[in-house]
T-cell receptor, first 109, second 119 residues
Framework: GIQVEQSPPDLILQEGANSTLRCNFS?????LQWFHQNPWGQLINLFY???GTKQNGRLSATTVATERYSLLYISSSQTTDSGVYFC???????????FGPGTRLSVLP | GAGVSQSPRYKVAKRGQDVALRCDPI?????LFWYQQALGQGPEFLTY????????KSGLPSDRFFAERPEGSVSTLKIQRTQQEDSAVYLC?????????????????FGPGTRLTVL
C-alpha cells in the first residue's frame, strides 16, 4: 500500500531556531498537503504543494515529486508553532488522503 | 460559511448508545470526507462523498458506522451501538471537485472535529 513517512517524530526547539521537517512517500503524487494540528486539535492548512516551492511568511515548503519527498521549513520558530505537523497525500485522484504519522514540535520560550 | 463546521464538538455516550455527528462543508464544495483520529495518531480515512453519492466507504470500520449526505451538502456520520474503541476525534473535510476545479486541484479543508468518548 501507499506509505507516508515523516521525520523526525519529535522535535524540541528553542524559540527563534529554524527547523526542517521531512515527508517521504512511496510513489509519485498528484497532490501533497502540509497541515499543522494545533493543541486544540484543529487541522490548519499550511501548503498545497504537489511540486515546487512555496513560501508563506516564516514557513516554506518544497516538494520533489520525482524523488518522492517534501520538506517543510520553519524559520525563527515561535511558541505558537508548537503542535503536530502532518503531511498527507491522496490514494486516488481527488479522493481520500493518507496521512503520515506526524512530527510533534515543541517550541520552548 | 467561511469554513467547515462540525457539531457537536464533544459527545459523551454510554456503550451501546447510537450517536450522530454532523458536518457542514464549505459552501460550494462538492467533495466531502470523514476521517477518524485516534489519540496520538494521524487521521484515517472513513468515507468519501461526491455530491450526494457515497463513492468510497472502504474505511468504515464496521457495519455499525453509516454516513449519508442526502442533498449533497450537510453530512451525518452515525455510529450505532457505540463501543469503547469508537472513542476518537471524527474529522470532516471538504474540497472543490477536482473536475470542477479545472484539473487536479483538490485541496482539503478540515473542520474542528467532534471528540467522541464512549464510556
Amino acid at each position: 500500500g501507499i506509505q507516508v513517512e515523516q521525520s523526525p517524530p519529535d522535535l524540541i526547539l528553542q524559540e527563534g531556531a529554524n527547523s526542517t521537517l521531512r515527508c517521504n512517500f512511496s510513489d509519485s503524487v498528484n497532490n501533497l498537503q502540509w497541515f499543522h494540528q494545533n493543541p486544540w486539535g484543529q487541522l490548519i492548512n499550511l501548503f498545497y504543494i504537489p511540486s515546487g516551492t512555496k513560501q508563506n511568511g516564516r514557513l516554506s515548503a518544497t516538494t520533489v515529486a520525482t524523488e518522492r519527498y517534501s520538506l517543510l521549513y520553519i524559520s525563527s520558530s515561535q511558541t505558537t508553532d508548537s503542535g503536530v505537523y502532518f503531511c498527507a497525500r491522496p490514494i486516488n485522484y481527488g479522493q481520500n488522503f493518507v496521512f503520515g504519522p506526524g512530527t510533534r514540535l515543541s517550541v520552548l520560550p | 460559511g467561511a469554513g467547515v463546521s462540525q457539531s457537536p464538538r464533544y459527545k459523551v455516550a454510554k456503550r451501546g448508545q447510537d450517536v450522530a455527528l454532523r458536518c457542514d462543508p464549505i459552501s460550494g464544495h462538492v467533495s466531502l470526507f470523514w476521517y477518524q483520529q485516534a489519540l496520538g495518531q494521524g487521521p484515517e480515512f472513513l468515507t468519501y462523498f461526491q455530491n450526494e453519492a457515497q463513492l468510497d466507504k472502504s474505511g468504515l470500520p464496521s457495519d455499525r458506522f453509516f454516513a449519508e449526505r442526502p442533498e449533497g451538502s450537510v453530512s451525518t456520520l452515525k455510529i450505532q451501538r457505540t463501543q469503547q474503541e469508537d472513542s476518537a476525534v471524527y474529522l470532516c473535510a471538504s474540497s472543490l471537485d477536482w473536475l470542477a476545479g479545472g484539473g487536479s486541484y483538490n485541496e482539503q479543508f478540515f473542520g474542528p472535529g467532534t471528540r467522541l468518548t464512549v464510556l
